[in-house]
Nanobody
Framework: VQLVESGGGLVQAGGSLRLSCAAS????????MGWYRQAPGKQRELVAV????????NYADSVKGRFTISRDNAKNTMYLQMNSLKPEDTAVYYC??????????????WGQGTQVTVSS
């Protein structure tokens, strides 16, 4: 499975961006998907996750009410709509896909990341 993120960029505080994650390859093997982010000098953190059918989502407290995760399985694409962006949202955002037959964390698939920069 290959994951490619797009949609990052520079935006002013209060603005919006929509990230996309396009999956290719053995996409039938994907279960839960999610977005993570890593700011300079900080550990990678979970932003949002979505189940395979999109029936359930979960968000980090810091983005609840501002970000929305979704997926279109027909297009093998996951999205992250980010509204009311804050400077503290600045980070590299990574797409993650968990395989149905995951044995350990090292089995997960990751994208290359896309930079989101929010100016004050």
């Amino acid at each position: 499975v290959q994951l490619v993120e797009s949609g990052g960029g520079l935006v002013q505080a209060g603005g919006s961006l929509r990230l996309s994650c396009a999956a290719s390859g053995s996409t039938f093997s994907i279960n839960t998907m999610g977005w993570y982010r890593q700011a300079p000098g900080k550990q990678r953190e979970l932003v949002a996750v979505i189940t395979s059918g999109g029936e359930s989502t979960n968000y980090a407290d810091s983005v609840k009410g501002r970000f929305t995760i979704s997926r279109d399985n027909a297009k093998n694409t996951m999205y992250l709509q980010m509204n009311s962006l804050k400077p503290e949202d600045t980070a590299v955002y990574y797409c993650n896909a968990v395989p149905r037959l995951r044995v350990g964390l090292s089995d997960d698939y990751w994208g290359q990341g896309t930079q989101v920069t929010v100016s004050s």
